[in-house]
């Protein structure tokens, strides 16, 4: 008879990694490009009068630190992990509606309250790729922080994954210590103060609990394609 025993970790998550993978990679690829045409547009016509973050003590703490552009760009690798985890094509649909939901989201507050950094808040840096994201990302869209709360709703989804699948702790540890790592960033490169990453850490707290709370049931079969996505509450 065939063993009931639970599947060995480093088997969950190489067939979540494998399954519906080119699904996966270009899904994400659309929807980031997506979401940064809304991005960009916002960031360069606001609607109304832009109003600047202010400083606090904790911001003065933080010396500019040009090497941590390395952990901000890593969150574009770095949100792929979730949907990268999903086991099944009802999940992984369920989980790019809850995290758009986060995105139109931070969308909407920029439109309707747009925010920026104080001017001139990083120094120069010769540090590879500083000029282009000083080029690119203009000190706006600053409040909430969507770096951070995109991370910090990858960070508990890939939590979860990793909760369910028994990976070791030290897998777990090693998840919540890239989310620090990308939040701290955005600090140190001088693209967001404090409040703009609490701001953002809460919002993506916000969607992250519902989005575990109303999802297909975990390591559920597949169902048909394109068939019911077979949605309870989970208490």
Same mark, same amino acid.
């Given at each position: 008879?065939?063993?009931?025993?639970?599947?060995?970790?480093?088997?969950?998550?190489?067939?979540?990694?494998?399954?519906?993978?080119?699904?996966?990679?270009?899904?994400?690829?659309?929807f980031?490009?997506?979401?940064?045409?809304?991005?960009?547009q916002?960031?360069?016509?606001?609607?109304?009068?832009?109003t600047?973050?202010?400083?606090?003590?904790?911001?003065?703490?933080?010396?500019?630190?040009?090497?941590?552009?390395?952990?901000?760009?890593?969150?574009?690798?770095?949100?792929?992990?979730?949907?990268?985890?999903q086991?099944?094509?009802?999940?992984? /649909? @369920?989980?790019?509606?809850?995290? #758009? +939901? =986060?995105?139109?989201?931070?969308? !909407?507050?920029?439109?309707f309250w747009?925010?920026?950094?104080?001017?001139?808040?990083?120094?120069?840096?010769?540090?590879?790729?500083?000029?282009?994201?000083?080029?690119v990302?203009?000190?706006?869209?600053?409040?909430?922080?969507?770096?951070?709360?995109?991370?910090?709703?990858?960070?508990?989804?890939?939590?979860?994954?990793?909760?369910?699948?028994?990976?070791?702790?030290?897998?777990?540890?090693?998840?919540?210590?890239?989310?620090?790592a990308?939040?701290?960033?955005?600090?140190?490169?001088?693209?967001h /103060? @404090?409040?703009?990453?609490?701001? #953002? +850490? =809460?919002?993506?707290?916000?969607? !992250?609990?519902?989005?575990?709370?109303w999802?297909?049931?975990?390591?559920?079969?597949?169902?048909?394609?394109?068939?019911?996505?077979?949605?309870?509450?989970h208490?």
């Amino acid at each position: 008879m065939p063993s009931s025993a639970p599947p060995h970790w480093t088997s969950e998550l190489g067939f979540r990694i494998r399954h519906l993978l080119a699904l996966k990679i270009v899904g994400v690829t659309v929807f980031t490009w997506l979401f940064f045409i809304g991005y960009f547009q916002l960031l360069r016509h606001p609607v109304h009068a832009m109003t600047v973050m202010p400083l606090t003590a904790l911001d003065l703490l933080v010396p500019f630190q040009p090497e941590m552009l390395i952990a901000y760009f890593s969150l574009w690798f770095y949100v792929g992990l979730a949907p990268g985890l999903q086991r099944n094509f009802s999940e992984l /649909v @369920v989980y790019g509606l809850w995290v #758009g +939901a =986060l995105c139109l989201g931070g969308l !909407a507050l920029f439109h309707f309250w747009p925010t920026q950094v104080p001017p001139l808040m990083a120094g120069g840096s010769d540090f590879p790729g500083f000029a282009l994201l000083q080029g690119v990302d203009a000190p706006g869209n600053a409040c909430p922080s969507m770096h951070v709360a995109v991370a910090i709703f990858t960070a508990i989804r890939v939590n979860d994954v990793l909760h369910r699948a028994r990976a070791p702790l030290s897998l777990r540890l090693g998840n919540w210590l890239w989310f620090a790592a990308i939040a701290y960033s955005t600090l140190a490169v001088k693209q967001h /103060v @404090v409040l703009d990453a609490l701001a #953002g +850490a =809460l919002l993506g707290i916000a969607f !992250a609990w519902p989005s575990m709370r109303w999802r297909p049931t975990p390591g559920a079969r597949a169902p048909a394609v394109f068939g019911g996505a077979d949605i309870i509450p989970h208490r």
